[in-house]
């Protein structure tokens, strides 16, 4: 049916590969390219079958085009890292594809993600008649499609949205992050936001916390923190009083969050060491754990939804919808942890959706400004199956 070009061979670019050939009657020709050609030869093998691979430094339009012109794909797949997303979507316009990525574009000397950037190739892509794609892995992504799907059917109004995110896994490392650790780390240090009667209100960095209670799983201390999908969501719906986004932090993370913070190794800024100009938070990820090499001894599960409170004809409605994903079968599947698996499976349906017509339509969108119905029937058939639960106590 389609060609898809896959950039980044990282975790998420893993189980994108994994899905996608897996998924074999949709994506009928597929290639991975990264800037180390290696790592895709890898994972090609692993997967067996035909998927093809290339270098490419996705920071290079020209370079970008090139291999455009040569593979010809129909769409690609952006899992390299938020800092390409702006030269991989001109290299699209240049060379008629269309696009799809995970993570919103973000500059790389500020620590600074929103939605501006790309939303300003609307008009372009629209002319160009092409479709991009943004924000399509789980959060941001399948919250989005969660959120539509609550729009759709079950409500007249949505006004208050908390996303709680929690990994209660266990890596049994002393300190690792779950995908690329400078992305992870510029994001949680990041000053807290959220969505309140049309206003963005601030907060200090996980400032405000209160245990939420997780299916499966218990209750677990949630940190408030600003998420990209808050900014499109409350555009999207505006019906929305209040968006707010959590997420679960253990001890022993915080407080290594905390030393890095202090000693100065979440530094963005470039330092001169010895002569050579370095960045030190680069260099803390080359002596982090590789978030995929985690995978083997991962064990507990993710659990991410949406809780929505509205009304329904005139009554008011709570409604939970939410995913729990075991790292240790998103590993026995595809080699990776849960939380590449959460972000792999959504990106390559999102792609499956362009590629069978669903989600194809000029111009930049967001994921939940499409229609969520074939999406939600590709998680329960993709390995993300989720569940509802009505009128129950949402505990915010
Ligand atoms: P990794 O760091 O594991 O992988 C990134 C890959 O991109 C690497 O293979 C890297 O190459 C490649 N890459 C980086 N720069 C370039 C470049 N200039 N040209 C070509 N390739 C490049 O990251 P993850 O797999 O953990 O994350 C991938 C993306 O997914 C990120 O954007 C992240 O923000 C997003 N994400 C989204 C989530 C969601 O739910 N929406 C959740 C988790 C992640 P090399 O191997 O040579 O370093």
Not at 12 to 28: D, E, L, M, P, R
Not at 168 to 187: C, L, Q, S, V, Y
Request: with cysteine; charged share 20%; hydrophobic share 35%.
């Amino acid at each position: 049916m389609g060609r898809v070009l896959i950039i980044g061979a990282g975790g998420v670019g893993t189980v994108v590969a994994h899905k996608v050939a897996q998924n074999s009657t949709i994506f009928t020709d597929i290639m991975l390219a990264s800037r180390t050609k290696s790592k895709c030869d890898k994972i090609a093998e692993a997967i067996g079958g035909n998927i093809k691979t290339a270098q490419v430094d996705a920071d290079n339009v020209e370079e970008l085009v090139a291999l455009f012109n040569e593979f010809k794909p129909d769409i690609v797949i952006n899992v390299a890292l938020p800092y390409q997303d702006l030269t991989i979507m001109d290299a699209c316009l240049i060379a008629g594809v269309n696009y799809l990525d995970t993570a919103n574009y973000e500059p790389l000397d500020e620590a600074k993600f929103e939605y501006s950037w790309q939303w300003a190739y609307q008009e372009r892509f629209k002319k160009a008649g092409l479709t991009a794609i943004l924000g399509c892995g789980f959060d941001p992504g399948v919250t989005g499609v969660f959120t539509a799907y609550a729009a759709k059917h079950y409500f007249d109004e949505i006004h208050y949205l908390d996303i709680v995110d929690c990994n209660a896994g266990d890596h049994h490392k002393a300190f690792a992050t779950n995908f690329n650790p400078e992305i992870n780390i510029r994001e949680i240090t990041q000053k807290g936001r959220y969505y309140e009667n049309g206003r963005w209100v601030e907060t200090g960095s996980l400032e405000i916390h209160q245990p939420v209670t997780y299916p499966n799983v218990g209750p677990k201390e949630s940190y408030l923190l600003y998420h990209e999908e808050l900014e499109s969501l409350v555009k999207n719906f505006p019906t929305i009083k209040r968006a707010r986004f959590w997420m679960t932090f253990g001890q022993e993370y915080l407080t290594h969050l905390r030393v890095i913070q202090n000693i100065g190794m979440a530094r963005i800024d470039e330092i001169d060491y010895n002569g050579q100009k370095i960045v030190p938070i680069q260099f803390l990820k080359a002596v982090l754990p590789n978030p995929q090499d985690l995978g083997e001894n991962y064990t507990g599960e993710t659990s991410i939804g949406c809780r929505i409170k509205g009304t329904k004809d005139g009554k008011e409605l709570t409604y939970y919808v939410y995913n729990n994903c075991s790292h240790e079968e998103a590993y026995r599947e595809t080699g990776m942890q849960g939380v590449s698996y959460t972000t792999g499976v959504p990106a390559m349906i999102g792609a499956m959706m362009f590629l069978t017509g669903e989600w194809k339509q000029p111009g930049v969108f967001n994921v939940e400004e499409f229609n969520p119905d074939p999406f939600m029937e590709q998680l329960n058939k993709q390995g993300l199956p989720w569940h509802e639960e009505f009128n129950g106590d949402l505990e915010f």
